[in-house]
């Protein structure tokens, strides 16, 4: 007998509860998670076998990823790396270097204090909550 994988319900699953916040910011990944540490007191951390990797000419290009778990909680937070060189995860949202998943009781509200938070940093030119379904290629984003 043969079962076959149900991608629209294992997306459904891994969105569920779940909001985006889009950064644009010139930080190398390493440097503006050390920054979004300390001002909102976490601790991302990156994910080596949650990498991304990107194919274009047979090149391939690798995309961190970080993430950090609130301790006793079922909070989740996942930072993408977008963009390598001249690929991109996401390129339907090209202005876009990183992409902030928020998994969470109340994922919208929590994207909308983030977003604000995020504002405050000098090295953030843009935060903005991004919506799922304007997403094309949101399947690249499941870890």
Known sequence: MRQRLDAGQM?????E???LVGISSALPAYKLCWTLNGYFDI???CEPEMTS???KNKVDYYLPVFQYELPNCSHRYILYKLKNHQVSLLPEIG????LWLIKTSEP???ANL????LRKISDVLLSQVIDRDDLKNIKNLIV
């Open 11 to 15: 997306e459904d699953d891994f969105f």
């Open 17 to 19: 509860d779940t909001a």
């Open 43 to 45: 601790e991302f951390v």
């Open 53 to 55: 990797v990107v194919q």
């Open 95 to 98: 202005k876009v270097d990183y």
């Open 108 to 110: 919208e509200k929590d």
């Open 114 to 117: 983030i977003t604000e938070g």
